[in-house]
């Protein structure tokens, strides 16, 4: 990837993560570039999940791989309009490093947006994928895992954990 660009992730207590993100209504160039931009940032982040107010930009848009077969999604004004049953499970966030949650979600949801040229799209997803769609379009509202979440504790660090794993 010649022109990778990794943006710059807006840190709690950073008060534009606590901003309600607008409605896309261009479908251009410029929402290509961050979308690609938000991509390659989640990417080199090694997150499963991203939305454009971590990169400082208060835009209905998102980015998601957990590494299923979807690959990347890309969902812009994306809306949860069902969602049923119930999961608990630990969430971190990129804007929040070093600590984790156990986050009570919803297990199935559908979401619906529009993908990079405005084409209307929509998931049905559960358990993980779920769970990654729900805390990125929280972002969108300015609300953050710690908010919801039933317990938050020290994540623990990467090197330790694969140090443990030895
Ligand atoms: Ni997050």
New binding site residues.
């Given amino acids: 990837m010649p022109f990778m660009s990794i943006r710059l992730i807006v840190k709690h207590p950073d008060s534009v993560l606590r901003e309600r993100a607008q409605e896309v209504t261009k479908f251009n160039a410029n929402l290509h570039k961050l979308l690609d931009d938000m991509a390659d940032t989640m990417y080199d982040a090694d997150g499963v ?1 991203l ?1 454009a107010p ?1 990169v400082g930009i208060l835009k209905r848009v998102i980015v998601v791989d957990v590494g299923d077969e979807h690959e990347l999604i890309e969902l812009v004004n994306p809306e949860i309009v069902s969602a049923e049953g119930e999961q608990l499970g630990p969430e971190g ?4 490093p070093g600590l984790q949650g156990d986050v009570r979600r919803a297990n199935r949801i559908v979401i619906r947006g529009q993908d990079r040229n405005g084409n209307p799209i929509q998931y049905e997803s559960t358990e993980f994928l779920s769970r990654a769609f729900q ?2 379009v929280d ?1 969108l509202n300015g609300v ?2 710690i908010d919801t979440a039933e317990s938050v504790y020290e994540a623990r660090k990467h090197d330790e954990q694969e140090r443990d794993e030895d």
């Fill in positions: 999940g939305a971590q966030c990129l804007s929040i805390h990125e972002h953050l895992f």
